[in-house]
């Protein structure tokens, strides 16, 4: 790991080099690291959001780019090497900077998915998830249903929050146990009302580290 800018580091994976964007706060309570959506970026509306609500309850953040993107590329790579990448980048924080805190994992879209699958690897005390992406649209000319991805949503074992646009396109998840869904204003951008967003994950964050 090596630092390639103040508030940057540059985390090798097996899957080549991913960027972290830190924010660090004064004696942080926990640490919250979010992915990105498969072809966006870490500058992403509700990413801001949920970084703001962290920040403002006393948590660090990291925003972690995924070796594809800081190569320079849009398409994303196979669930697979997100997967291992994602974890070789959580652990590597853990390391340091991270080092005693507990960490939630989560991201936005597809990097909520990936949060999911890792949850148990990562040692994850939390997952956020923004603009789940439950049921991908149906493709024109499809002759079944596409597939859901409730089987991953469901992985984690420990608390979840999902912050939802009531228009997504992906669908709408169910609370059920310990996973709590915030429906907020908008699709699957979440950029219509990033205060709903920001209040959401600030609340949720507050009482899972106040029973952690």
């Known amino acids: 790991m090596t630092r390639a800018a103040a508030g940057v580091l540059e985390i090798a994976t097996p899957h080549g080099p991913a960027r972290a964007h830190l924010h660090a706060v004064d004696a942080p309570r926990a640490a919250l690291v979010l992915g990105h959506g498969a072809g966006g970026g870490v500058g992403a509306p509700d990413l801001v959001a949920a970084t703001d609500a962290a920040l403002s309850a006393g948590v660090a953040v990291a ?26 980048v959580v652990d590597a924080l853990r390391a340091d900077p991270l080092a005693g805190l ?31 992406p439950l049921v991908p649209p149906q493709r024109r000319n499809a002759t079944a249903p596409a597939p859901s991805r409730q089987d ?12 939802q646009g009531e228009n997504d396109r992906f669908g709408m998840p169910e609370p059920d146990g310990d996973r709590t869904v915030v429906r907020v204003r908008g699709d699957h951008r979440l950029a219509s009302d990033r205060a709903a967003v920001r209040a959401a994950v600030g609340e949720w964050l507050g009482a899972l580290i106040a029973r952690s």
Not at 113 to 125: F, G, M
Not at 152 to 163: C, F, I, K, M, R
């Open 102 to 132: 507990g960490v939630v994992c989560g991201g936005r879209s597809s990097g909520a998915r990936v949060a999911c699958r890792t949850a148990a690897e990562t040692a994850a005390i939390g997952v956020v998830c923004l603009a789940f």
């Open 63 to 88: 925003l972690v780019e995924q070796p594809y993107r800081v190569a320079g590329r849009r398409s994303p790579a196979p669930a697979r090497q997100l997967d291992a990448a994602w974890i070789a």
């Open 152 to 163: 991953e949503l469901d992985l984690p074992e420990v608390p979840v929050l999902v912050v």
